[in-house]
């Protein structure tokens, strides 16, 4: 049974929380009067024409008109839909968020999910002072000092140690029976067919996943060594679905910048990586191919996502996989590109040796989706013949029909006429037999910027000092990051 948020305590919400506090944690404010200004986080321009009100309790762009409440702020900068945002907003106000016309088994699943939510916290917070405190800990640290990664990097994202032994955790947290459960219920422990239970993740590397609400959802855990599985991801659980979630979105989402554009990488240590090196913008899947969801979210957030692959056969076959899923969301005014690497690079090891400046530049001059679809696609032809025209003609009409009606759509269909060099039957074919295109309607990459008070409040249950380890290091984290330049790790770093 849906559920509905009162509007009575949406009210109360906005009056207990500052509309300055809440701009000023995501982009930094300057006083400037009574009021508070700066550059629009909306849209791109260099002289601030974005106002925070703290009388009227208000934002207003004078550039771009985006303006609204806290509410509204939360939900367009971070992304969420509106019953996310009033949790979070409810969260940072200490307050509960009543719903009308909520079943009993509603309240029973979120009171259980609510459960297995602080149970995974938990276990973060203990992987993390086990990287501090375990006796094998220098081992740990030395992996990741090895690997590049500051004490500033590692308290942002949390990560963690998960020791060697089977009990560690279980012994920590599962004072009871029924606390036993739920870990086993939340992926933490395994479960025998003899009833014994044993710590899932052991002598590894923990990296948390959060939600977008910055709630501990799963995890995912690297050997120090060679052993297999090099990674393990935490199971699907009542609160974590592989598939909807990305690591490192939530963490992107705390900088004090603007979000322009998101790069998706293969795994955590290439996120961490390149945020080390400033890029704070890189999203890893969760051993799962990028799926349509995942775009989604990605794209009511910015306008451009670039997929980053390596150059072999494998990476080719990966992005055209991608370019499939990615065709049904490409509204206009989004975009998707493709990075392919140099042979033997991923981008941790890239972003090392080229700098921000060097991974950067690769970004900016990656292959657009139509040039790639087309190189691609006359890859698989003879394209100096008429029949591999042909052939391209029957190849690219039905990936091309998966795109939303629109300007690019149009610029695809000519882009395609131009190359065969005469009208498209297999266009022609698709547009009589509209029943057998995928293509899907167009989704705004914004909701409409109408106030927080107008928004429906339908409300459904969700799917779910500065220690380093190396010497170079980096100050990204301290310019767009407070509170991450403290040196309260200085007791992992071992130098004797």
């Known amino acids: 049974m849906a559920s509905r ?17 809440i701009v000023d944690s995501r982009v930094k404010l300057k006083k400037t009067g009574k009021n508070y200004s700066a550059c629009c986080p909306f849209h791109n321009e260099n002289t601030p024409s974005f106002t925070v009100s703290p009388d009227k309790q208000f934002y207003y762009c004078f550039g771009c008109g985006a303006s609204g409440t806290a509410l509204r702020f939360v939900m367009e900068f971070d992304g969420l839909s509106f019953p996310d945002a009033v949790e979070k ?14 079943s009993r088994a509603e309240v029973e699943r979120e009171q259980q999910h609510n459960t297995l939510f602080s149970h995974m916290e938990q276990a973060g917070k203990f992987f993390e002072q086990q990287l501090r405190a375990h006796p094998d800990k220098d081992k740990a640290i030395s992996y990741l000092k090895n690997r590049g990664l500051s004490g500033q990097a590692a308290r942002f994202f949390g990560i963690g140690y998960a020791p060697p032994g089977w009990d560690g955790l279980q012994q920590h947290l599962g004072k009871t029976p029924k606390d036993i459960k739920e870990l086993v219920s939340c992926g933490m422990l395994i479960e025998k067919d003899d009833g014994r ?11 948390p996943i959060r939600d977008a609400r910055g709630r501990y959802i799963a995890f995912g855990g690297r050997v120090l060594g060679d052993e297999k599985p090099k990674y393990l991801n935490s199971p699907e659980t009542p609160i974590f679905h592989k598939n909807r979630e990305l690591y490192g979105l939530y963490e992107a989402r705390k900088i004090r910048q603007k979000l322009t554009r998101f790069v998706i990488v293969e795994g955590y240590m290439d996120v961490v990586a390149l945020a080390e090196f400033g890029i704070h913008y890189a999203v890893a899947t969760l051993g799962t191919a990028t799926s349509e969801h995942h775009l989604r979210r990605l794209f009511k957030i910015v306008p451009e996502v670039i997929f980053c692959f390596d150059g072999d056969n494998a990476g080719r076959t990966a992005a055209s996989r991608a370019m499939e899923t990615v065709l049904p969301v490409l509204s206009d005014g989004v975009q998707a590109r493709f990075l392919f690497l140099p042979e033997g690079e991923d981008p941790d090891t890239l972003v090392r040796k080229e700098g921000r400046d060097g991974f950067e530049e690769r970004l900016n001059t990656s292959m657009h989706l139509p040039e790639f679809l087309f190189e691609h696609l006359k890859q698989q032809v003879d394209f100096d013949t008429l029949d591999g025209k042909a052939r391209l003609d029957k190849l690219a009409a039905p ?10 759509r149009n610029l695809m269909e000519k882009q395609l006429e131009t190359l065969i060099g005469t009208r498209s039957a ?4 698709l547009k009589e037999s509209p029943e057998t295109t995928q293509a899907t309607p167009a989704r705004p990459v914004r909701q409409a910027k109408d106030s927080a008070a107008t928004q429906t409040n339908s409300y459904q249950e969700p799917a779910h000092g500065d220690y380093r380890y190396s010497d170079s290091g980096h100050d990204h984290f301290a310019d767009q990051y407070d509170g991450y330049a403290d040196d309260d790790y200085a007791s992992m770093v071992n130098d004797g």
């Open 5 to 21: 948020i009162p509007q009575s305590f949406i009210d109360e919400l906005l009056a207990r929380v500052d509309v300055v506090d």
């Open 197 to 207: 239970t044993y710590d899932r993740f052991r002598d590894r590397i923990m990296f």
């Open 89 to 102: 907003l409810a969260d940072q106000a200490s307050m509960q968020v009543p719903k009308e016309n909520v």
């Open 426 to 429: 297999a266009l022609a074919n």
């Open 399 to 408: 990936l091309i029909g998966r795109i939303p009606a629109g300007t690019l």
